[in-house]
């Protein structure tokens, strides 16, 4: 229905425009009645409905209606599989409709930084072209349902200690190169409905009320047309954060900042045009939603067999040797207390309340021929960390009468959750000493882990198989069955690295400092730092194993030269080697050997997921355009790829690249002149526009320097090496020139 919401507005009191600003109550917005502006409902939603009514809370300690619980984003990114992530989101869409709701709180898209971070099981990535990617699908879906989506929690929130008031201390090229990229990707390419600010300062402002980041970068340059809401409490300043770029103000204040509002606008320090502004993007959302208003047909039985079928799809096979996948007459022990009850979602906000819940243990029992070759030990529970001996041993002789055992371990659900960061990488001691014990009766023995977020890994060189369950929704011991039994082949891939130990991580030491926290690694995040470093680790991103094998070859570029204004297409012929049907990731990473900034080794520019025949052969072509070479240049305030060469790498995973081709980048964009007493005559004489400048001083450096290369002071490349490195002031100090020399050079550059 088309509205004149100016209009509209015109006839609202101050009071109402004020009070359309925030909340109703904890999940509402407030309604007009006598202009015929309804209240609408907003709910956490990122991986399943958590509809509350008006006694509801944030933390979810009072139940929510009953609803499927999806698979967490921390599981759902291994699937690397856009088509998938956009049917979540038409699922969650329709079941978001059906309960009236106009707003879900997700997708969450910050990067993760450290695995400690209690809320790593509602992130995507430690990537921020998977994260953006999966966003976007997921945001296309929901949307295509008419409920929008308020992608979270922008920007650099990355730990929950002090989450509400801690600075995040980023220099510029990092927040755009890693932490805001996913934001840019979800807003350009689907546009949701809202975005909400984070609690945490960036570099000493608070994200409710920083104009450069909710209306320079959100609004001018990435085209946002949504409004901004505020994390639940996440404002400081109300009037500062309304003339900053946030709408809404989440939940409801009392009217106490509304108040503060129409003071502002009586008293001139707020112009009545701001909030206007604020009022028309809210409104506009919200009847978006009300003029699509329906109720589609769903069933939670239906759905929760597509939450099995992402769990399936996303879960990581993360090493075989031979054992995978088990066999129907096999006498098999299922070891541990998440076999029987599993752990499959985080706590805090967006916490499910589930209408059913499947474990291995009961899913095995479908299988009819398997199901009366499982025995199952419980060996150690779920919620503590306690070696029971008698309860070890019955484990311990069950995997000893079995042909192999699968241990079901996990972290319990008191390890990770929003509100606070977890204290280690380890799962607990008990899970840890029947494991070791396992092995040595058993050699054959499988690790199933439970888990938002990755965990050391003591006994990896002893077990012969791991799966990365991860925390599979509802059903996810449907999904931990079938591909155990090759019912399913495994696809998923790691969307985060898993280090050997928690100490070799780029922000161990500055990870959950309290009122700043310094990015001191920059853009070295995740497999940029592992790789630059050429760490070992205990699984890299993107790694994932098959039923299969897949063969790559016929890597094609469509021309080895371009320029900044040019697409490059990428090709490559994927080959299904084995006897079964499955599916893989390609990805493709890019290396910059020009050498004129400090980068990566490779970053993942594009990723597609196929799925094959044996023996069948399909193509994949990507393109990737200027940006996906090129790095944040923060003098020339935009991005910039060097000329010179760029390795196209296509891989398996960022530790197995399969094929390789270079390309020549020529670039037409001029960096800044530096131009001021401090540039080094090597900066002077490697530009065109400045290099004779460059080269008449540095033949007078060399002229002066070789007078004393004779007592072995400063022979050729030392006298070279200096040279080049010597700001134009110390010219002077050395007496190579006049003051008066040098000025006269700086005022001739100043005119180019």
């Known amino acids: 229905m088309e509205r004149n919401l100016k209009e509209l507005i015109s006839r609202m009191t101050l009071e109402e425009k004020a009070g359309m600003c925030s909340g109703l109550d904890f999940w509402n917005l407030k309604n007009v009645d006598r202009l015929g502006i309804p209240s609408v409902m907003v709910s956490d939603g990122p991986h399943g409905l958590r509809k509350q009514d008006e006694n509801g809370d944030h933390l979810g300690l009072n139940e929510s209606i009953k609803a499927v619980c999806f698979p967490p984003a921390c599981l759902s990114a291994c699937s690397f599989d856009r088509e998938l992530m956009t049917e979540f989101g038409q699922v969650i869409g329709k079941e978001a409709q059906a309960n009236d709701i106009s707003v879900i709180l997700g997708p969450a898209v910050n990067i993760k930084r450290s695995p400690l971070c209690g809320r790593n099981f509602e992130y995507y990535s430690e990537d921020p ?116 770029g946030l709408d809404l103000e989440m939940p409801s204040a009392g009217g106490v900042t509304d108040q503060e509002i129409m003071k502002a606008v009586r008293d001139g320090t707020l112009e009545e045009a701001i909030l206007d502004r604020a009022v028309e993007r809210i409104l506009r959302i919200s009847f978006r939603y009300l003029d699509n208003k329906k109720k589609p047909p769903f069933t939670l039985e239906s759905d929760h067999d597509f939450a099995c079928r992402i769990a399936e799809q996303s879960m990581v096979l993360l090493k075989n040797e031979e054992v995978l996948p088990l066999k129907e007459e096999e006498k098999i022990a299922f070891i541990g207390g998440f076999a029987k009850t599993p752990r499959f979602q985080g706590g805090g906000s967006s916490h499910i309340n589930s209408f059913r819940v499947s474990s291995a243990l009961e899913a095995v029992s479908s299988i009819e021929k398997a199901a009366g070759n499982v025995t199952y030990a419980e060996g150690f529970g779920v919620d503590q960390d306690v070696y029971d001996e008698t309860l070890a041993a019955e484990a311990i002789e069950a995997a000893r009468q079995a042909d192999k055992a699968v241990i079901f371990a996990g972290l319990p659900e008191s390890f990770e959750s929003e509100s606070y960061d977890r204290a280690h990488m380890r799962l607990p001691d008990c ?23 990755p965990v050391e890994m003591p006994w990896l060189s002893d077990v012969k198989g791991i799966l990365e369950a991860y925390l599979g929704g509802q059903a996810v011991g449907e999904a931990e069955v079938r591909l155990l039994y090759g019912k399913v082949n495994p696809s998923g891939k790691l969307a985060e690295t898993i280090p050997c130990k928690l100490t070799e991580n780029p922000s161990y030491l500055t990870f959950g400092e309290s009122e700043k926290t310094v990015y001191s690694e920059g853009v070295f995040v995740g497999y940029r730092y592992y790789d630059a470093r050429q760490m070992q680790v205990a699984f890299p991103f993107g790694h994932g194993l098959s039923y299969t094998t897949f063969a790559y070859s016929n890597l094609k570029l469509n021309r080895h030269e371009l320029t900044d204004q040019d697409t490059l297409t990428v090709s490559v012929d994927i080959t299904n080697t084995g006897k079964v049907r499955g599916k893989e990731i390609v990805q493709l990473y890019v290396r910059d050997n020009t050498g004129a900034c400090r980068r990566p080794d490779k970053e993942l520019k594009g990723f597609e997921k196929i799925s094959l025949e044996p023996g069948e052969t399909r193509t994949v072509t990507m393109t990737l355009d200027h940006r996906s070479f090129a790095w944040y240049h923060t003098d020339l305030k935009d991005w910039y790829a060097a000329s010179g060469k760029y390795d196209i790498l296509i891989g398996a995973s960022s530790r197995d690249i399969r094929l390789s081709e270079s390309v020549q980048m020529n670039t037409s964009i001029r960096l800044p002149l530096k131009l001021d007493l401090n540039v080094t005559l090597e900066e002077l004489a490697s530009d065109d526009r400045t290099r004779k400048y460059g080269d008449y001083l540095k033949d007078k450096s060399y002229a002066y320097f070789n007078q004393y290369e004779g007592n072995g002071a400063l022979a050729g490349d030392m006298n070279h090496a200096l040279v080049d490195s010597m700001p134009m002031r110390t010219l002077v100090s050395f007496g190579i020139c006049t003051k008066e020399e040098v000025l006269d050079v700086l005022n001739k550059l100043m005119e180019l």
């Not at 989450?163 to 932490?179: G, W």
């Not at 404002?235 to 309304?242: G, H, Q």
């Open 129 to 244: 072209c998977l994260a953006g990617e999966a966003a976007a699908a997921f945001i296309r879906g929901v949307q295509s349902q008419h409920v929008g989506t308020s992608v979270k929690h922008f920007a650099a929130n990355n730990q929950e200690f002090n989450r509400m008031s801690n600075s995040s201390e980023v220099d510029e090229r990092t927040l755009r190169e890693i932490y805001f990229p996913a934001f840019e990707t979800a807003v350009k390419k689907s546009q949701p409905y809202t975005v909400m600010c984070s609690y945490n300062r960036i570099n000493g402002t608070y994200a409710s009320e920083d104009p450069w980041l909710l209306t320079d970068i959100l609004r001018d340059e990435w085209g946002f047309e949504g409004y901004v809401m505020s994390d639940w409490g996440a404002v400081n300043d109300r009037v500062e954060a309304l003339k900053a």
């Open 431 to 453: 899970q840890n000493r029947l494991i070791s014990e396992i092995i040595k009766v058993q050699p054959k023995t499988i690790v199933v882990l439970h888990n938002g977020s």
